[in-house]
């Protein structure tokens, strides 16, 4: 087969794979000769016979652009569009008018000022001052006691994890509440542990305790007790994810394990993508005092995944006290988005029990359904299916992402796909 030929074939199919976008320009004859090692006429062959075949055009004094508008680009777009729910009661994405964003612009553009410290790496460990911050900020909100070196800050809990399982026994076993952690249960497993889904036995215990399961259940303070007794008793490693614990609401404010525990054999984990934005990474993990230092010795093991910059605001909002409004602001508006769904949901579905789940969060929704559950699908709802049997279905409805003007219509679509 000619040289030219080779070229065509690639470069065809690197634009009817999408590579190569349409309208993108192709690099001229001389580039492309050294960049595929053949001469301007093979180049110049191949590039005639994609012109002629209408993959590309050539504009005078210009050069060649791609023009092949291929259905199956259209085809990708469609299905992407088509699968995009719209109203989106499953994934817990943040509401627009939760966060303000023009603060947080003032705040990173703050953090670009600082040229010399973002000529460098972040720390392995995270900004010291950041971690100075959450320390005073943990211990204030959680009574969660830590020195800033014991911190480890990372992009997302699943980033820590990493780290974490790192510097434990790889023998161990680890349980993990239901299998709906599959996240963490899945990096647990390709790290070599054996996975359980019952604490008994198990050497590492990984639980969420303000929001314990798909409902939004809090543990109970007797059941915090318990864990943390048995956890001591037996030698085992508790990860405590503290995952929404900002938003209990409707319910006595209950302490942390660690806290519980004194810190000692207990792994604090905090996020701030409810807080904040699920698009601001960051996260952090308080070690027990024997795993910081095994961290210490191995720290040049590991490179910090959060963005500087983003971390440099993050101190700052934090010493402004911006936070602490924050969590007072979405508490109120993500509860009130609950109870107004829940609201509207009992007036248009009188035979249906509907309940707000503990940290007032979720919307348990429960109603007689003889369909196939692919219907919320094909009336545009992404939903959590809790269970269908028995001619009922539950369902577990998160309205965080879901406009509230845009309620009406939500309830609309699920009367469409349920009744």
Not at 156 to 163: M, P
Not at 169 to 176: E, L, P
Not at 359 to 387: D, S, Y
Not at 391 to 405: C, F, H, M
Request: hydrophobic residues 35%; glycine residues 6%.
């Amino acid at each position: 087969m000619s040289k030219y030929n080779d070229l065509y074939t690639y470069i065809r199919k690197q634009i009817t794979d999408g590579q190569i976008k349409n309208g993108a320009k192709l690099p001229s004859v001389r580039k492309a000769g050294a960049l595929f090692g053949v001469s301007r006429t093979t180049v110049q062959n191949a590039y005639f016979a994609l012109a002629a075949d209408g993959f590309i055009i050539s504009e005078p004094q210009s050069g060649y652009y791609v023009s092949y508008h291929k259905a199956k680009q259209s085809l990708n777009k469609s299905e992407k569009e088509k699968n995009t729910p719209e109203y989106d009661f499953k994934s817990g994405s943040a509401d627009r008018e939760s966060f303000e964003f023009d603060l947080w612009r003032r705040y990173m553009k703050s953090a670009l000022r600082h040229d010399d410290r973002l000529l460098t790496y972040s720390e392995p460990q995270g900004e010291e001052d950041l971690r100075n911050a959450l320390s005073d900020y943990i211990r204030e909100k959680r009574n969660v006691t830590a020195s800033p070196d014991r911190i480890v800050i990372g992009a997302g809990v699943q980033s820590l994890l990493g780290i974490l399982c790192s510097l434990i026994d790889k023998k161990s076993t680890a349980s993990f509440p239901d299998r709906s952690f599959i996240q963490g249960a899945s990096l647990f497993e390709d790290y070599g542990f054996d996975v359980r889904y019952r604490y008994k036995d198990a050497k590492i215990i990984y639980v969420s305790p303000s929001h314990m399961n798909a409902r939004g259940d809090i543990m109970p303070n007797k059941r915090r007790i318990d864990l943390v007794s048995y956890s001591a008793k037996n030698g085992s490693l508790v990860i405590e994810d503290d995952y929404e614990s900002d938003f209990q609401y409707n319910s006595v404010p209950v302490p942390s394990l660690y806290a519980l525990a004194g810190g000692e054999n207990v792994v604090y984990l905090g996020s701030f993508s409810k807080l904040l934005l699920p698009s601001i990474r960051i996260s952090f993990m308080v070690l027990t005092e024997e795993l910081a230092e095994k961290y210490s010795e191995n720290i040049n093991r590991y490179n910090q995944t959060a963005g500087k910059t983003e971390q440099i605001a993050l101190c700052q909002y934090i010493r402004d006290n911006h936070l602490k409004a924050q969590i007072r602001k979405i508490r109120r508006f993500y509860t009130a988005k609950a109870k107004a769904f829940a609201a509207l949901l009992s007036k248009e579905f009188p035979d249906s029990e509907v309940e707000i789940s503990e940290n007032a969060l979720q919307i348990i929704f429960t109603h007689r359904f003889c369909k196939n559950p692919k219907i919320f699908e094909k009336h545009g709802i992404a939903v959590l299916i809790e269970k269908c049997e028995n001619d009922t279905v539950t369902l577990i409805l998160n309205t965080g992402a879901v406009p509230q003007n845009r309620f009406n219509d939500a309830v609309e679509a699920l009367k469409k796909a349920i009744l």
